[in-house]
T-cell receptor, first 112, second 106 residues
Framework: NAGVTQTPKFQVLKTGQSMTLQCAQDMNHEYMSWYRQDPGMGLRLIHYSVGAGITDQGEVPNGYNVSRSTTEDFPLRLLSAAPSQTSVYFC???????????FGQGTRLTVV | RKEVEQDPGPFNVPEGATVAFNCTYSNSASQSFFWYRQDCRKEPKLLMSVYSSGNEDGRFTAQLNRASQYISLLIRDSKLSDSATYLCVLGDKLVFGAGTILRVKS
């Protein structure tokens, strides 16, 4: 039972570098989301998708891009990393709006 | 105003105590609500859904008050293993509160 798989688990980037955080789910869920979690801030929504080919911005989208070419995969791209993007990133999927969400184990990103 | 607000705590309680957390939300149209639990440096996991009639799961009871726009979580007979951060969640848009820290001490 893989559920939601995120890679990598840890990453250190230099300011200005780009990278892609991977997220894959094997539950055939339509809804997928990316969050970042900073101390004392809770989880803040970056981008979300309600199905293949459909994405939308969340609360804190600046500096990030997403695409959803398949139901299974929802990668998050950092275009030009900044120290302010140092955070823990979680990917989540759920069957439908209002349903329980399942999370990946998170990616701990440090930008120096 | 934040969509979901929680008292960050921490709540420090002895084993066996009863503890309650409240969470308020601003969108009166919200239809689904959850409590999630998050252990240190781990991903959030569903603790329980919150239904209009209230619901119980073992030592945990969740209540929804639509008129006052708050939900609550009651934990009875606290265990050391209950120590975690408890996240209040609006299920429609999956909006999370900042979490309430619970520390249960022996």
């Amino acid at each position: 039972n893989a559920g939601v798989t995120q890679t990598p688990k840890f990453q250190v980037l230099k300011t200005g570098q780009s990278m892609t955080l991977q997220c894959a789910q094997d539950m055939n869920h339509e809804y997928m989301s990316w969050y970042r979690q900073d101390p004392g801030m809770g989880l803040r929504l970056i981008h979300y998708s309600v199905g293949a080919g459909i994405t939308d911005q969340g609360e804190v989208p600046n500096g990030y891009n997403v695409s959803r070419s398949t139901t299974e995969d929802f990668p998050l791209r950092l275009l030009s990393a900044a120290p302010s993007q140092t955070s823990v990133y979680f990917c989540a999927s759920r069957e439908s709006r209002g349903a329980e969400a399942f999370f990946g184990q998170g990616t701990r990103l440090t930008v120096v | 105003r934040k969509e979901v607000e929680q008292d960050p705590g921490p709540f420090n309680v002895p084993e066996g105590a009863t503890v309650a957390f409240n969470c308020t939300y601003s969108n009166s149209a919200s239809q689904s609500f959850f409590w999630y639990r998050q252990d240190c440096r781990k991903e959030p996991k569903l603790l329980m859904s919150v239904y209009s009639s209230g619901n119980e799961d073992g030592r945990f009871t969740a209540q929804l008050n639509r008129a006052s726009q708050y939900i609550s979580l009651l934990i009875r007979d606290s265990k050391l293993s209950d120590s975690a951060t408890y996240l209040c969640v609006l299920g429609d848009k999956l909006v999370f509160g900042a979490g309430t820290i619970l520390r249960v001490k022996s």
